[in-house]
T-cell receptor, first 108, second 114 residues
Framework: GENVEQHPSTLSVQEGDSAVIKCTYS??????FPWYKQELGKGPQLIIDIRSNVGEKKDQRIAVTLNKTAKHFSLHITETQPEDSAVYFC???????FGAGTRLTVKP | EAGVAQSPRYKIIEKRQSVAFWCNPISGHATLYWYQQILGQGPKLLIQFQNNGVVDDSQLPKDRFSAERLKGVDSTLKIQPAKLEDSAVYLC????????????FGPGTRLTVT
């Protein structure tokens, strides 16, 4: 099975700054790389995903980059806003093994 | 499009009692997942169904947990008897099919075992 590590476990930024969260995986056969956002009292929600034939994908302020050689992918959030405060999870290959999560706090 | 429905939203029981959770996935989704999320951790897969067949239940504590998916639609997860360490949020998710497809999560059921 997949070993998944997320870093950092907590991240605090000032509103307007950028945030980067990294996910490292072990299974070189992984081909799907999603990021989920979980707000308090809610289930996780997909915010962006990337497939193995693409190196980068962008959706407004959110981007995901993939380095298959090094077996990691990263979530980038630019111009952070207070509503970005949440816990973010990676789940490489949708293998149902989620990372431990990164708690992002955006200070107004 | 209606989302994944779960009930109840909250449940408090004493240890050794039994409890059941219900999930109604998004219409047309063949794959259904049950996760356990302990406070401060990522979701941990308990069981995955494809239609009404079990794909993966390797992390389901089968001595006390059971799950079924009737007619490939609704699903129930049962714990009998409950232990203190079962206190967690139980999340149900569904997807069009297994693998590289978005999972849609329900709001979860928060279980407290006293």
């Amino acid at each position: 099975g997949e070993n998944v590590e997320q870093h950092p476990s907590t991240l605090s930024v000032q509103e307007g700054d950028s945030a980067v969260i990294k996910c490292t995986y072990s299974d070189s056969a992984s081909n799907y790389f999603p990021w989920y956002k979980q707000e308090l009292g809610k289930g996780p929600q997909l915010i962006i995903d990337i497939r193995s034939n693409v190196g980068e994908k962008k959706d407004q302020r959110i981007a995901v980059t993939l380095n298959k050689t090094a077996k990691h992918f990263s979530l980038h959030i630019t111009e952070t806003q207070p509503e970005d405060s949440a816990v973010y999870f990676c789940a490489p290959n949708n293998d149902m093994r989620f990372g431990a999560g990164t708690r992002l706090t955006v200070k107004p | 499009e209606a989302g994944v429905a779960q009930s109840p939203r909250y449940k408090i029981i004493e240890k050794r009692q039994s409890v059941a959770f219900w999930c109604n996935p998004i219409s047309g989704h063949a794959t259904l997942y049950w996760y356990q999320q302990i406070l401060g951790q990522g979701p941990k897969l308990l069981i995955q169904f494809q239609n009404n067949g079990v794909v993966d239940d390797s992390q389901l504590p089968k001595d006390r947990f059971s799950a079924e998916r009737l007619k490939g639609v609704d699903s129930t997860l049962k714990i009998q008897p409950a232990k203190l360490e079962d206190s967690a949020v139980y999340l149900c998710a569904s997807s069009f099919t297994g693998g590289a497809y978005e999972q849609y999560f329900g709001p979860g059921t928060r279980l407290t075992v006293t």
